[in-house]
């Protein structure tokens, strides 16, 4: 179960930080990546980041967010400045396996959501 913090209502131009605490270790060898959801919108990535610690970022993001993530601590973050909003969503953490007690578990593993909400 990932866990995620940090959300919250926020004017235009102000900044929060999400985290997303993964169980278990190993985060190093796994990708991770944030998603979003507006209110009658699809989800969609926002940004992600390979083991390899390469991050991408979709266009409307770019140059606000940071996505990075803390491997000794099995936890990730999404840096966000300058909000819109626009950025008004449910965030969402995704993790593409982890391990735990010695069971490693594939395929994507998601966050429960967490609410930001931009407005002046």
């Known amino acids: 179960q990932l866990v995620e913090s940090g959300g919250g209502s926020v004017q235009p131009g102000e900044s929060l930080t999400l985290s997303c605490v993964i169980p278990g270790t190993l985060l190093r060898v796994f990708a991770v990546a944030w998603y979003r959801q507006a209110p009658g919108k699809q989800r969609e990535l926002v940004a992600d980041n390979s083991p390899g610690n390469i991050a991408h970022y979709i266009d409307s993001v770019k140059g606000r967010f940071t996505i990075s993530r803390d491997n000794p601590r099995n936890t990730m973050y999404l840096q966000m400045n300058s909000l819109k909003p626009d950025d008004t969503a449910v965030y969402y953490c995704?993790?593409?396996?982890?391990?735990?007690?010695?069971?490693?578990?594939?395929?994507?593993?998601w966050g429960q959501g967490i609410q930001v909400t931009v407005s002046s």
């Open positions: 995704n993790v593409d396996g982890y391990y735990t007690d010695g069971v490693y578990y594939p395929g994507e593993s």
